[in-house]
Every structure is written in structure tokens, then in C-alpha cells.
């Protein structure tokens, strides 16, 4: 059983920066592929970045390349988006998914957080 919990959302302007945390309760955390998706008004959810039990492989969605970067640190059984350069089309709820495959697939996630609220102003 993991329980994730994010935090870090907020209101920018676009162009600016923000850096989104998961936390992860349990001790099997280390196994479970990390992926962060959203979720904008009246749109699926979709995957933004994904990264692997070791932080030695990472996956991003096209829209979001070379903007954010995906890391973790097991120690402290945590995860983070670091998002640059925002843009209004990234407003979105958030959500830290655990997982036991490297996929892009929300179904193929077991646990999701509740989500934080992201909102980039132009």
C-alpha cells in the first residue's frame, strides 16, 4: 500500500517556475515506477513525466519536454516535477501516481494522490 500526497501548486505567471512535491508513505516505494499526470477543466487525464524505481530512466510528454524535469529521491520516499517556463495551457489539477510498470497508461497506475491545482496566468 502506498498513500502519496502533493503539494507545491500555486498561481504563476507564464513564464515562471514552480516545483511540485509528492510524498509517499510505505516502505516499498523504491519499487514502484513514479509518474506525474493532469488534468485540465472538461479534458482526460494525461501523462506529463514518468521516472523509474532507480531515477536512472525518465519519460516526458512532447508538450512538456526540455521544460520539466522529473526526479526522486528514495531516501526520503519522494518525488518532484520541476516545471520551467510554464505555459497557460499547462493549468491543470496535478496528480503523483505510483505504479509497477513504465508506462504512459493511467489505468496501468495502483495509487494516485489527490492532486494539486496549477495555474499559469498569461
Known amino acids: 500500500q502506498v498513500q502519496l500526497v502533493e503539494s507545491g501548486g500555486g498561481l504563476v505567471q507564464a513564464g515562471g517556475s514552480l516545483r511540485l512535491s509528492c510524498a509517499a508513505s510505505?516502505?516499498?516505494?523504491?519499487?514502484?515506477?513514479m509518474g506525474w499526470f493532469r488534468q485540465a477543466p472538461g479534458k482526460e487525464r494525461e501523462f506529463v513525466a514518468g521516472?523509474?524505481?532507480?531515477?536512472?530512466?525518465?519519460r516526458y510528454a512532447d508538450s512538456v519536454k526540455g521544460r520539466f524535469t522529473i526526479s526522486r529521491d528514495n531516501a526520503k520516499n519522494a518525488v518532484d516535477l520541476q516545471m520551467n517556463n510554464l505555459k497557460p495551457e499547462d493549468t491543470a489539477v496535478y496528480y503523483c501516481a505510483a505504479g509497477r510498470l513504465m508506462t504512459t497508461t493511467k489505468r496501468e497506475y495502483d495509487y494516485w494522490g489527490q492532486g494539486t491545482q496549477v495555474t499559469v496566468s498569461s
Open positions: 521516472i523509474s524505481w532507480s531515477g536512472g530512466r525518465t
Open positions: 510505505g516502505r516499498t516505494f523504491s519499487s514502484y515506477y
